[in-house]
């Protein structure tokens, strides 16, 4: 994931935000702060939240009914505003649940793909 | 002459009784100044004090009791006047000889000819401060200093017995490592002291310390661990030492070695090299570039640092903001604002579990 997206698209004009929430139960802060070695790099913010707020208030963004949000890589363009306490429907989006389309299984290769593309869309 | 080794018990009692401190002397002077003899036989001391001065008094009772002349046979030391005179001469030169010895840890320090200063120093000389340990009486404070004074550049050194501390007070910048060496040729041994926070003098180079706290991803398997470097100017020299606490290591001294503005943290123990364009501004090292290590993959990132003093230095690898995971509040607010704060950039959120 690191590999293909980050470290293959070189651009300032990409940010990152690691939310790493519980969904196992030994899920901590501290696994959370060792997670983050997975993705080292600048542009990346990593947070981490004791609870699934945040992944149950992402979940009509991405159509989930039932399962939380998580293991879910969503991609914003620039403008996108998040507004209110409703997440912003984002304009792609991978995932590893059961629940949503196989079709938009993550691919890191296919995101990255599709974030170079969001870039080159936004110089435009 | 049966009360010989009585005299010779007692003598060697009493050398028992002071080899807490004359032990280290001996042995350092032959090179053997390491083994510890001192430590080891100091919780004995009270022994071979009451030893000393039980066997002295069998020779006392020896020598004075009152005899018999027809008591006396042909050989005895009662049997002329002339013998047992000898004889208490010799008890009496034991005695003496013994109470010295016995005693000696009490007056060695002050009999001690070791120059506690030896010249002038000004207020921007370089200190250093040890921790000596095996040190089990007042007497071995001298001969401490007197190995520390040998080291060139040294001005002034000062031993604590009670708080196992050594000051070192030199012109020049010494490297720790040659004090430690001199403490250890004297018998005993020494750590450099990392000076607290309230150690730190405002305003001066020397003395400052600090932590810098990072993680290691060894090999593709993600394997992390935390890893503790402490650093310190001591005596105008960066040095220190770190631990990788999931490993078992502790306590690796790190080499720094500064050249110009690269400044190389070896950590020789583990086989990691980190080296850096490091800004040194005012006391500050600042910017850990790159990383080297006999490993396939080795990441290094800071996840906190201790600043024990606002002068101290920081030590920051480029990828700071990504080794924090900041708290997030239940509404995401935090999330929400950086977000929108990123409004002009293409941005990827990712939810995810740390397992």
Redesign the interface.
Known sequence: MHEAVFGGIATEKLRGYAVWEPILRTDNLRGARKATTILPDSRVRHYWIDGQEVGVAFKPSLGLKDEVAWDVYLVYPPGVEWAGTRPPKPSFFMHQLHELPSSRRLDAGALAARLRQTLSDAVK | MRDRPVLFGSLAAGLLASACCIGPLLLGAIGLGSIGLGAWLAPARPWFLGLTAVLLGIGFYLAYRPVRASACEPGQSCEAPKGRRSQRIILWSVTLVAAGLATYPSWGARGSDAPATAGPYDSTANVVTLEVTGMTCEACEAEIERGLMAVPGVVRATVDYEQSRAEIVSSAALDPRDLISAVEKTGYEALTVLPTQSDVPKGTRSGLSGQWRG?L?VGED?K?AELVVDLAIVAGRWSGQFDLPDFGVEDYPVDVAVAGPKVTLRLSAAQIEFVGEFKEAGNALAGLAETRGNRDSL?L?R?GGAQLSEEFLRLEA???????????????A???K???Q??????????????
């Open positions: 993680s991803t993600g992390t990441v990132r996840v480029v990828s700071e903001d990504s080794t924090r995971a900041e708290p997030l509040s239940a509404s995401g935090e999330l929400r950086r977000f929108n990123d409004k002009a950039f293409t941005r990827l959120l990712m939810l995810l579990s740390p397992t």
